[in-house]
């Protein structure tokens, strides 16, 4: 069963944009906490975005503040990065993914989250 889908990955130069959507399914989509994460090769898997839906609350992973910033449909089904001021070391495999647990704060920790995407890459170079 399809649980996230991701789309808007691409090859881009530093200091260029890109935006990223990924599609929850519904029953998915009602979980309180999702996010953004990405792995490079040979790197572990680290956050990037999280938002707690019932507020709209989010946190960033420093790397990426004051240049990324994610955003959720009215519906909450869907969620989208948008990556400004690119870099290099953006240069990743990017998953979307929601927490099965009901919480009332958003982890930057990968393993807490159950459901994910199959990833799109972004590729910026210098």
């Known amino acids: 069963r399809v649980q996230a889908v991701e789309s808007g990955g691409g090859s881009v130069q530093a200091g260029e944009s890109l935006t990223l959507s990924c599609t929850f399914s519904?029953?998915?989509?009602?979980?309180?906490?999702m996010g953004w994460f990405r792995q490079a090769p040979g790197k572990k898997r680290e956050a990037v975005a999280v938002?707690?839906?019932?507020?709209?609350?989010?946190r960033y992973d420093d790397p990426v503040k004051g240049r990324f910033t994610l955003s959720q449909d009215n519906a909450k089904t869907t969620l989208f990065l948008h990556m400004n001021n690119l870099k290099p070391e953006d240069t990743a495999m990017y998953y979307c993914?929601?927490?099965?647990?009901?919480?009332?704060?958003?982890?930057?920790?990968?393993?807490?989250?159950?459901?994910w995407g199959q990833g799109t890459q972004v590729t910026v170079s210098s």
């Open positions: 938002i707690f839906s019932e507020d709209g609350s989010k």
């Open positions: 993914a929601a927490d099965d647990d009901v919480s009332d704060w958003c982890y930057l920790f990968p393993p807490r989250y159950d459901y």
């Open positions: 519904e029953y998915i989509a009602k979980k309180n906490c």
